[in-house]
């Protein structure tokens, strides 16, 4: 069964540092998300594509976050520089289309900031 | 955008037992309502989702129940199990567009011996 692959699993990194996290969705899969889980809530939504173009940055903090997914398949997530307050399970999901609401989560990166 | 409320925030049943959890939205126009089980350490899993169309939908022990009247739904576990032991979320679409879900802020459920 085809899944979302994330990586690292695990990245503690010092503030003022960069990191990168990692995500290969579903093949076909033309919807990619981000979400930052904090422990005891549920996701929320940093960024949206649909295949290379986002749909949705909204809530993304452009003043130290990046995404792009530039041939349409995998995708990065930049924090640039990392802050206390980042540290969080950040989760990728992978939706068939852009009609659709099924939404398929990848194993998230566990970020702790020191 | 939607906004969705999910009850209890922990639930702890004896096994064997039922459990259920209840969530909230705000948008009439909310077609799609999923239900996620999150286990310690994993991913978040897709398990059971019903559409605006019909009221009620099972799969072996689990079942969701939709009451577009009163804009709630309702997951049922029957014969709880151990494994069954996990954070459940619920989401609807995020009407602001696209193809966006709105979570609920999770139910953690334990089963106990």
């Known amino acids: 069964e085809a899944e979302v692959a994330q990586s690292p699993r695990y990245k503690i990194t010092e503030k003022s540092q960069a990191v990168a996290f990692w995500c290969d969705p579903i093949s076909g899969h033309a919807t990619l998300y981000w979400y930052r889980q904090i422990l005891g809530q549920g996701p929320e939504l940093l960024v949206q594509?649909?295949?290379?173009?986002?749909?949705?940055d909204s809530q993304l903090p452009k003043d130290r976050f990046s995404a792009e997914r530039l041939k349409g398949v995998d995708s990065t997530l930049k924090i640039q520089p990392a802050e206390l307050g980042d540290s969080a399970m950040y989760l990728c999901?992978?939706?068939?289309?852009?009609?659709?609401?099924?939404?398929?989560f990848g194993p998230g990166t566990r970020l702790t900031v020191t | 955008g939607e906004n969705v409320e999910q009850h209890p925030s922990t639930l702890s049943v004896q096994e064997g037992d039922s459990a259920v959890i209840k969530c909230t939205y705000s948008d009439s126009a909310s077609n799609y309502f999923p239900w996620y089980k999150q286990e310690l350490g994993k991913r978040p899993q897709l398990i059971i989702d019903i559409r605006s169309n019909v009221g009620e939908k099972k799969d072996q022990r689990i079942a969701v129940t939709l009451n577009k009247t009163a804009k709630h739904f309702s997951l049922h576990i029957t014969e709880t199990q151990p494994e069954d032991s996990a954070v459940y979320f619920c989401?609807?679409?995020?009407?602001?567009?696209?193809?966006?879900?709105?979570f609920g802020t999770g139910t953690q459920l334990k089963v106990e011996l």
């Open positions: 999901a992978s939706s068939p289309g852009q009609f659709s609401y099924e939404q398929y």
């Open positions: 594509f649909q295949d290379e173009s986002v749909v949705d």
């Open positions: 989401a609807a679409p995020n009407t602001g567009g696209g193809n966006k879900l709105t």
